[in-house]
């Protein structure tokens, strides 16, 4: 059975998918990533162990415009494994300190730091992605399909969806692939190197996977980024953990 595509517009008033060269400030791209695309479709419907989703195609329907945005971010990162003990009742969190005083924190380093944003606004998007299901599900392709399509008509989702980072909230319509406003005449022959996702989609995934880095060179004709399928020469993967 062919996998059908579905179509969601997605729109928002802000968004940064962040290109990962720049280590310090952040800098969107100037539309989705791969990997985001997925993201919006996992938020809404997601079954790891039984599929994947497979992104195919972005238009972008509001030309990009960018913002600077400064912003106050803590500097430290919340443990997982204590994280997952506190979920399990096995013991207290440990907050993250913004800010305070040498007798509070210890020390007189700040816990936050300023960071400069050149964000996106007034994000207007349509994101083409079909189900691929892996080995052994291939026969429940229809029922998930229709799952997705229940879920997605009645706007519900297993949490916000989000342009690129979680604060900027992504509002979403399932809609047909001719519907609404056209692609903006907008041309990109070289947006560099882009990330395409940053763990190994050729097979389930598990929670103790080391990052799997894979890039691609994307074209943007007349509004419109055809995505490579991940099976596809033209994407290269770097196997490795992220730094």
Known sequence: MRAQTFVLRVWGDFACFSRPELKVERFSYPLPPP????????AIYSKPNEFRWQ?????VLAEPSYIALRR?????KISVRAAEQWAKGKGQPEPIWADGDADLLGTDQKGRTQRQTMALRNVHYRLHASIRPWSGFESQLAALEAQFVRRASAG???????LGCREFAAFFELCEAESGPPPKDWNADDLGLMVYDMFDLSRPGKADDAA??????PKVSRG???????????VIKLAGRAR
């Open 156 to 162: 519900k989702c297993f949490h916000q969806p989000y």
């Open 224 to 234: 419109v980024m055809t995505v490579p399928g991940y099976e596809d020469e033209a």
């Open 55 to 59: 992104a195919e195609k972005v238009e």
């Open 212 to 217: 799997h880095i894979s890039l691609f060179r």
């Open 72 to 76: 106050n971010e803590v500097k430290d």
């Open 35 to 42: 990997s985001a695309v997925r993201g919006i479709f996992d």
